[in-house]
């Protein structure tokens, strides 16, 4: 093969003959070896990586002597587990030896995903004395006097804190506001690539509600926004409903409301494809933590007619006895028929799905027993509520959560355009109607043409995407106020 030359293998069945799970870029490798200098040696790295499930992206001759070549085999794993898999594999050829194992996950983040890089160019003397002392001390007076300056004359105006406690980290769990940093640097990186926002994590060394809501309302004149992230339920709706009674900026647990907003983007095009109408639907949401929650709400906000929220006991039901006060103000809410069960039973004649749950809870006679024209999010990660494949069968609209099937329910698709849209509008706060504001630019940014079952949403990395959210968010904004 020839130098550079790239062949992409398929996933090997495993030892039981079923089809391994997909290999993901998330988890790709660079492995270094040494093999004869022959014209099979190539092809047997190749095949090697094949045959032990990996997808091989790249395959670089780095050094060329007499009798030994190098190669580069870059690949995409499963997990970590299926990197060392595939080294030995290749390891295991007759006359090649792997030098080095690389995880491009983790050399992605060495020295950190972010940088601080000054605005204004300082070469000279005069430069200095306008960007520090002594000049910079009439822009200090000048905020004194005249706050909301601090707007246009700081980094204020355009920087959001990413705030976490690390209680909730992914799927991960309570893993610690240290091991969350990554996280955050990633979605600080995010907001910068999709929407020019300056974001900067804030990781708190404290579980604690009141310390964490004083310690943001401590720091809060340095930004223009919050994003809450990673904080678990309950204390995220408190923490959140706190700072937003007592800044005078915007508030957003994207966690909360960024699903809400995409959920609601996509169920508008997929009610768009079946033919039917928001106020007309019976709606099943599994899960009521904070995305369940927020969803609820945004659905119903945006004129849902019949909601049927579910947890891991079933239909949450004003009859059901132990309800917290969370589920007791969500059961007053929703469930207008007062109906109880299992959420197979509550599937039953349903219009649409949406699971923020966990893993496998239904199988696809459950999505058999909804209406015609069913419409299904599972979008609990990575193994959604319901196979998709099975989904499908039987239902005409499947998004889940994962890239590697049609239709991402993404947030990346909201946070960075609601933020930029704020940040514009100097908002203090942030309402239903603006995240609702958002949802259609959202849906509409695919074009009717465009809009069918296996495309409902459009894709992250649709340039038009956070402008047309950032101008709903920037409208609603103005309308308000």
């Known amino acids: ?13 495993n030892v039981r003959g079923q089809s391994m799970p997909t290999p993901s870029p998330g988890f790709a490798l660079t492995l270094r070896a040494e093999a004869p200098a022959d014209a099979a040696s190539t092809r047997r790295l190749a095949a ?10 790249a395959l670089d001759v780095v050094e060329t002597g007499t009798d030994r070549i190098v190669v580069d085999l870059t690949c995409d794993a499963v997990d970590s587990d299926h990197i060392q898999v595939i080294a030995d594999a290749v390891a295991a050829l007759d006359g090649v030896g792997v030098r080095t194992v690389g995880d491009a996950t983790f050399l992605m983040h060495i020295g950190g995903k972010l940088e601080v890089s000054p605005r204004v160019e300082l070469h000279n003397r005069d430069d200095l004395s306008r960007a520090y002392t002594p000049g910079v001390a009439r822009v200090c007076r000048a905020i004194a006097t005249a ?12 920087t959001v804190a990413v705030v976490t406690d690390g209680s ?4 991960l769990g309570n893993l610690g506001p240290a091991a969350a ?11 910068k690539r999709f929407a020019d926002v300056d974001a900067w994590p804030v990781c708190l060394g404290t579980q604690d509600t009141d310390e964490i809501v004083r310690t943001v309302e401590l720091i809060a004149p340095v930004y223009g926004g919050v994003n809450l992230e990673d904080i678990a339920a309950p204390r995220c709706f408190e923490i959140e409903r706190r700072l937003r009674e007592k800044l005078d900026i915007p508030v957003f647990h994207d966690d909360q409301h960024g699903t809400a907003v995409v959920v609601l983007a996509a169920l508008t095009n997929a009610l768009r494809v079946v033919g039917k109408k928001l106020a007309d639907t019976t709606i099943v949401v599994s899960g009521v933590g904070a995305a369940g929650t927020a969803i609820i709400r945004l659905l119903a906000a945006e004129g849902a007619g019949d909601i049927v929220a579910c947890d891991r006991s079933g239909v949450v039901h004003r009859d059901r006895p132990g309800l917290d006060d969370s589920r007791r103000r969500l059961a007053e809410r929703t469930n207008a028929g007062n109906r109880s069960g299992s959420v197979a039973d509550a599937l039953r004649g349903a219009d649409v799905f949406i699971g923020v749950s966990a893993p496998d809870i239904l199988n696809g006679e459950d999505v058999a027993a909804m209406a015609d024209d069913a419409i299904v999010f599972a979008l609990a ?10 989904a499908r069968r039987h239902a005409t609209v499947v998004a889940t959560g994962r890239s590697d099937y049609p239709n991402q329910i993404n947030n990346v698709l909201a946070f960075p355009g609601i933020f930029r849209g704020l940040l514009d509008a100097s908002a203090r706060e942030i309402s239903d109607a603006m995240l609702i504001a958002a949802a259609r630019a ?20 649709d340039p038009d995407v956070a402008p047309a959210v950032a101008a709903a968010v920037r409208d609603a904004s103005r309308t308000r106020t």
């Open 381 to 390: 990660n990575p193994d959604p509520e319901v196979d998709p494949v099975q």
């Open 442 to 461: 959202i849906a509409d940014t695919v074009a009717a043409g465009d809009l069918h079952a296996g495309h409902i949403v459009p894709s992250v990395f």
């Open 181 to 191: 940093l990554p996280v955050m640097e990633g979605k600080a990186a995010l907001f």
């Open 48 to 57: 090697a990586v094949g045959d032990a499930g990996g997808v091989l992206t």
């Open 147 to 158: 706050p909301d300056e601090a707007r246009r004359l700081t980094v204020k105006g355009n």
């Open 168 to 171: 909730a980290v992914l799927g």
């Open 1 to 13: 093969m020839a130098d550079g030359a790239v062949r992409r293998s398929r996933g090997a069945p």
